[in-house]
């Protein structure tokens, strides 16, 4: 199995476009919560990835997952963790930046 490390942007038009329903949805399936690892996943936030006109957006080993979906997530994690990476420079959200966007939680 590869690992994945797996971000999902906490960024505000991602938030607004349900980064929060995209993070429920992983975490039901992982087990982990945001800014926690296994042997397998390592999952947390990020900061805006610069593609809001895409959002909400997720990324997997470095790769983009645009316009994300509660119904496709899983499998797009799967596909985008095989791929050979878009972008290796995606930025961790500190506990603050998540914080403050304390919308996600609510939708
Ligand atoms: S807010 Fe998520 S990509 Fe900009």
């Given at each position: 199995?590869?690992?994945?490390?797996?971000r999902v942007c906490?960024?505000m038009t991602?938030?607004?476009?349900?980064a929060?329903?995209?993070?429920?949805?992983?975490?039901?399936e992982t087990?982990l919560k945001?800014?926690?690892?296994?042997d397998?996943?390592?999952?947390?936030y990020?900061?805006?990835?610069g593609?809001?006109?895409?959002?909400p957006?997720a990324?997997v080993?470095?790769?983009?997952?645009?316009?994300?979906k509660?119904?496709?997530i899983l499998?797009?994690?799967?596909e985008?963790?095989?791929?050979?990476p878009q972008?290796?420079?995606?930025?961790?959200a500190?506990?603050e930046?998540v914080?403050?966007n304390?919308?996600?939680g609510d939708l």
């Open positions: 199995m590869v690992k994945k490390n797996i906490c960024g991602c938030g607004v476009m349900g929060g329903k995209i993070m429920r949805k992983i975490e039901a087990g945001a800014g926690e690892k296994n397998e996943v390592d999952l947390n990020c900061n805006c990835t593609n809001c006109h895409l959002a957006t990324a080993n470095g790769n983009f997952i645009n316009e994300a509660e119904e496709t499998t797009d994690i799967e985008a963790a095989v791929r050979e972008d290796p420079g995606i930025i961790d500190s506990v930046e914080l403050n304390d919308f996600l």
